[in-house]
């Protein structure tokens, strides 16, 4: 059963038009965190949660937002999107208890025409 | 400098050979370490935890060196289904579990 949850799949927006990524858990995990992850490349953190505490990386583009409703969602937005953000979109949830490892979701791969 | 380097390979192997990985990180202040295993286009998934004295499971072997900030990956009599990216994982120190990647080490086993 799955337990981290991508919707959808493949996603396919046009240049400039807003996208929303969810993810969804089941584990009542405290952490949610966004990667994006390019070919060939490693996966980088835009942003985590700590339950309602949002942390952004210092290098995560302002074009990148995201919304935690509730302990199981979690929302990526793409407020413009461009070519350079084409790629695989990693949701993965953790406890917060040192060597806890990562759940991550089967990811979203966006393509942005 | 990248916070976590990884030789990208490929790494071409017969079935059976014994290869390794390293992996350098440039945080002196991280904590825990990880190897985690990623299929095309698939998510990463959590192969083995690297513990400071070195620990085995099954045909694979982690090993840490914190003073040279170092970790390897052995894997030993390689199978088709151990194809894959290998990514080494640190997780640095500042409270949260924030976790940082390798770009991965591509394996290719064959026949």
């Known amino acids: 059963d799955a337990m981290v949850i991508q919707n959808p799949r493949y996603q396919v927006t046009q240049f400039g038009k807003p996208v929303t990524l969810s993810c969804s858990q089941t584990?009542?995990?405290?952490?949610m965190y966004w990667y994006q992850q390019k070919s060939s490349q490693a996966p980088k953190l835009l942003f985590h949660?700590?339950?309602?505490?949002?942390?952004n990386e210092a290098d995560t583009p302002d074009n990148f937002q995201s919304r935690r409703p509730n302990t199981s969602f979690c929302f990526l937005d793409i407020r413009s999107p461009g070519l350079g953000d084409a790629a695989m979109y990693l949701c993965?949830?953790?406890?917060?208890?040192?060597?806890?490892?990562?759940?991550f979701g089967s990811g979203t791969q966006l393509s942005v025409l | 400098r990248k916070e976590v380097e990884q030789d990208p390979g490929p790494f071409n192997v017969p079935e059976g050979a014994t290869v390794a990985f390293n992996c350098t990180y440039s945080?002196?202040?991280?904590?825990?370490f990880f190897w985690y295993r990623q299929d095309c286009r698939k998510e990463p998934k959590l192969l083995m935890s690297?513990?400071?004295s070195g620990n085995e499971d099954g045909r694979f072997t982690a090993q840490l060196n914190r003073a040279s900030q170092y970790i390897s990956l052995l894997i030993r009599d390689s199978k088709l289904s151990d194809s894959a990216t290998y990514l080494c994982?640190?997780?640095?120190?500042?409270?949260?579990?924030?976790?940082?990647f390798g770009a991965g080490t591509r394996l290719a086993v064959h026949p």
């Open positions: 993965a949830t953790s406890t917060n208890s040192g060597l806890e490892k990562l759940f």
């Open positions: 584990l009542n995990h405290n952490v």
């Open positions: 949660y700590y339950d309602k505490d949002f942390n």
């Open positions: 945080n002196s202040a991280s904590q825990s």
């Open positions: 690297v513990y400071s």
């Open positions: 994982v640190v997780r640095v120190s500042g409270g949260y579990n924030k976790l940082i």
